[in-house]
């Protein structure tokens, strides 16, 4: 059985967080994500968003901000959150990134022509853009 993972779209501003995976990463490195990582047994999807977010920026959330959002992949639902801060966060990233960006939807458009994202994350930030949220 595969593992679940959970991501995060962390927005303040108009803008979204995405984070530069490492050069050693086993998936995709160097390439721009949202937070996210491995639900734990026995986690719930909530708590996995909140500690993924704390153990990869620092960034302490609250549980009733998160929104779900659901995008479909194959056919099949595809959960993730997104949290919005009125005043920018500061992000103090872990090992697992080398560095982090605040980008405007047209600015991951660009990212994701350059190929500079992971796969998918595109169909995540269209679904931002057409809820207004980015």
Same mark, same amino acid.
């Given at each position: 059985?595969?593992?679940?993972?959970?991501?995060?779209? @962390?927005?303040? *501003?108009? #803008? %979204?967080?995405?984070? #530069?995976?490492?050069?050693?990463?086993?998936?995709?490195?160097h390439? /721009? !994500?949202? %937070?996210?990582?491995? %639900? *734990?047994?026995?986690? =719930?999807?909530?708590?996995?968003?909140?500690?993924? +977010?704390?153990?990869? +920026?620092?960034?302490?959330?609250?549980?009733?901000? $998160?929104?779900?959002?659901?995008?479909?992949?194959?056919? #099949?639902?595809?959960?993730?959150? =997104?949290? &919005?801060? #009125? *005043?920018?966060?500061?992000?103090?990233?872990? &090992?697992?990134?080398?560095?982090?960006?605040?980008?405007? /939807?047209?600015? !991951?458009? *660009? /990212?994701?022509?350059?190929k500079?994202?992971?796969? &998918?994350?595109? %169909?995540?930030?269209?679904?931002?853009?057409? $809820?207004?949220? @980015?």
């Open positions: 059985m595969s593992q679940k993972n959970i991501t995060i779209g @962390i927005v303040s *501003d108009s #803008k %979204v967080l995405l984070l #530069k995976r490492g050069g050693t990463a086993p998936w995709q490195p390439k /721009y !994500c949202f %937070v996210g990582g491995g %639900v *734990d047994s026995g986690e =719930t999807l909530v708590n996995a968003a909140i500690r993924e +977010t704390n153990e990869e +920026t620092n960034i302490s959330l609250c549980e009733n901000n $998160l929104q779900p959002i659901t995008t479909y992949r194959n056919n #099949k639902p595809s959960l993730f959150f =997104t949290y &919005y801060f #009125k *005043d920018r966060p500061c992000v103090q990233l872990n &090992y697992e990134h080398s560095e982090y960006v605040w980008l405007s /939807y047209e600015e !991951c458009i *660009d /990212y994701y022509k350059r500079l994202l992971v796969p &998918y994350l595109i %169909v995540k930030l269209n679904s931002l853009h057409s $809820l207004g949220i @980015i």
